[in-house]
């Protein structure tokens, strides 16, 4: 949620100095790297090698930010550079030490781990290729192997990897130094945007002082936020696999593409398995499809007894190299489902499906946006608890290992890029949509085959109404649907509905709005009218279905006031129950959707708005509930509960996107 929001982060750089940070975040690749990034699963033929933990760290404080590429901290331990301390990863970096300097720091840190190779890794005569993989690293990355660059990445919430194999299998025995780069400064042209400013005035601040400026209301975290993992494969390898289904009454199609890296003479065999290990279609090749007789489908969590059904996809490449038998074999969880927009409902399996979710946010104390299991199990309890069906990523892509547990258990995804914040004429140049390109093919190459992605959001909040965003977005929609032809895309405005220039191209309109808070503060009794206009307007202009895609109020845990004024508990939940009562009304019509902002309270940027971080979560930070969850559980358990208001079920699955 951008809601208008600005900030700064604060750190002192030389102008010239920050010459080299700027060039270096402007060397983004035009397209995105060739190939497959499936995950890293172990297997018969593959192992992984975990290396989170404690890395050494350090934040290069010259004036440039600049001494860590001029003194080439790479070429050696960076212990020998100078002073580093110990940083966990997966973590931000901000929340870890008592140094404020680090807290809202803006440039270059640098990360180090040093790892012994297990020697079968090592051995050329196995054709044995290892790769380097980060799960995400918040913003631009420079990645070094024994201090020979390897990579580089640009965005913070995707993954990268490098085949380092050339590296370490010259040197069995010797610890594997793997160094890292980072740099959190964004610029008009990255994604999010942001703009850094020189604060030029002697008699106000320090010499070389600048901020951060960024339109979106979220803490501008950084650090390596996901696992870090070297794995292996054979030379000859299982590249990328794409599936698509279809279904009817008793029939699935499960269509496939394999593609093998390494050398075009191999054969390639698939096996289908039920959650009992039962084969249920066989296949070869490396593109084809498998027919399922009575399919287990994927249902949503509370539309079927049993949701989250997945099968087991195995593909078997053999090849032969120099007189070797070459095996690879990978595993990929497969959901058998269908989608299809009306320009009234949205159906799964050709059934209505109604979002009724919340928006998140990968935040939590210490560990900033940085993974943590016990976190991410604990909001997927609270999820089922809530009776929530479904979330949006906002605003960028979570980590995989969230994405795999929404595929089990049945949790709807609003897949959103990290478009967030595009306010600046200069965000809709060429530059930044090339890069927007960009992170759409990485982000549908990561989550293509999940069943639970069910739409792609390419945006939040952007300056629709601008003339450059028409063409910009119609660019960004039309490469998605190309890359992906099986699933709807949008991107979620608030602009006004007579205005919005990027609207006429999404295939569901998902709407935000903050009436009786940004909107007329305090006054709850407009909210059915502007609400009831708000969507009326919308459907009238574009015949196409709505999500509430945001709506909420900040609500400070244990401030209480009877009748309900602003920040108090009951003034977050007189505000839901005013919304709730348009949305059962709209939903008999086209509303096909209610997302609450947000699922818990979150880190901001400081201002005069937010007191530590933003509270519009029914839950506290820590996971606590307020007023407000007790409102939603009873709303969220009802609607799943009926089905008076819904139209009739749709008996053929058989539909297609168009």
Not at 179 to 207: C, E, F, W
């Amino acid at each position: 949620m951008a809601a208008g929001a600005s900030g700064g982060g604060v750190g002192c750089g030389m102008a010239g100095g920050c010459c080299l940070l700027f060039l270096l975040l402007a060397v983004g690749r035009a397209a995105a790297p060739p190939g497959g990034m499936l995950y890293p699963r172990e297997t018969p033929s593959r192992e992984r090698k975990e290396l989170g933990g404690l890395w050494s760290f350090r934040a290069d404080f010259s004036p440039g930010r600049d001494a860590g590429f001029v003194q080439r901290w790479y070429r050696q331990p960076l212990r020998q550079t100078g002073p580093v301390i110990d940083m966990p990863v997966p973590a931000s970096f901000n929340d870890i030490t008592q140094d404020p300097s680090l807290e809202n720091y803006i440039g270059w840190v640098w990360y180090e781990k040093e790892v012994l190779l297990p020697l079968r890794w090592l051995q050329d005569d196995l054709n044995t290729r290892v790769v380097l993989r980060f799960g995400s690293a918040h913003y631009y990355s420079i990645v070094w192997v024994n201090g020979v660059q390897v990579t580089e990445h640009e965005g913070g919430h995707l993954p990268f990897e490098a085949d380092i194999s050339s590296i370490v299998q010259g040197s069995p025995g010797i610890p594997c130094r793997i160094t890292v780069a980072l740099n959190n400064t964004l610029t008009p042209h990255t994604l999010p945007p942001g703009s850094i400013q020189y604060m030029n005035d002697k008699t106000r601040y320090p010499k070389n002082y600048f901020v951060q400026n960024i339109r979106f209301d979220f803490f501008n975290y950084a650090g390596i936020h996901r696992p870090v993992v070297l794995y292996t494969t054979p030379s000859v390898y299982i590249d990328d696999i794409t599936v698509t289904t279809t279904s009817s009454e008793s029939v699935a199609m499960v269509q496939y593409q394999v593609s093998v890296v390494g050398s075009t003479l191999y054969s390639l065999s698939l096996s289908l398995r039920d959650q009992e290990g039962k084969v249920v279609a066989t296949g070869d090749g490396p593109a084809g499809e498998l027919k399922v007789l009575n399919p287990n489908l994927w249902w949503p969590y509370l539309m079927d007894k049993n949701p989250g059904y997945r099968y087991c996809l195995e593909v078997k490449m053999q090849a032969q190299v120099n007189g070797a038998l070459l095996e690879d074999l990978y595993t990929l969880p497969v959901g058998i489902r269908t989608i299809h927009v009306t320009s009234t409902q949205f159906l799964i399996n050709g059934r209505p499906f109604y979002f009724h979710g919340v928006n998140k946010h990968e935040d939590a104390d210490i560990r900033g946006k940085g993974l943590d299991w016990p976190l991410v199990v604990k909001d997927f309890n609270l999820l089922r608890w809530l009776g929530a069906n479904s979330f949006r990523t906002s605003h960028y892509p979570y980590a995989e290992e969230i994405m795999d547990l929404c595929d089990a258990y049945g949790i709807v995804v609003i897949d959103e890029c990290p478009g967030v914040g595009i306010k600046m004429p200069e965000s809709f140049g060429n530059k930044s949509l090339q890069h927007h390109l960009v992170v759409m093919e990485e982000l549908i190459r990561r989550d293509k085959n999940r069943p639970s992605v069910v739409m792609w959001s390419v945006a939040n909040e952007p300056a629709s109404e601008l003339p450059p965003a028409a063409y910009y977005f119609k660019t960004v929609i039309a490469h998605t649907k190309a890359l992906d032809p099986s699933r709807p895309v949008t991107f979620v405005t608030d602009a006004n509905y007579a205005l919005d220039r990027g609207a006429p191209y999404v295939d569901v309109i998902c709407v935000n709005s903050y009436f009786s808070w940004y909107h007329d503060p305090g006054h709850l009794e407009v909210i059915p009218l502007q609400l009831t206009t708000q969507f009326e307007n919308w459907y009238k202009t574009y015949q196409k279905p709505i999500i509430q895609s945001e709506y909420g109020a900040d609500s400070v845990p244990g401030l209480h006031s009877d009748p309900p004024l602003m920040f108090s508990e009951e003034y977050q939940k007189a505000m839901l129950r005013e919304y709730h009562s348009v949305f059962d009304k709209k939903r008999k019509e086209y509303v096909i959707g209610e997302l609450i902002w947000n699922f818990a309270d979150f880190m901001t940027n400081q201002g005069t708005t937010r007191v530590l971080g933003n509270k519009k979560g029914i839950f506290t930070r820590q996971r606590q509930p307020k007023s407000a969850a007790f409102v939603l559980r009873e709303r969220y358990c009802k609607i799943a509960n009926e089905s008076s208001c819904l139209p009739p079920i749709i008996k053929s699955h058989t539909l297609f996107l168009k």
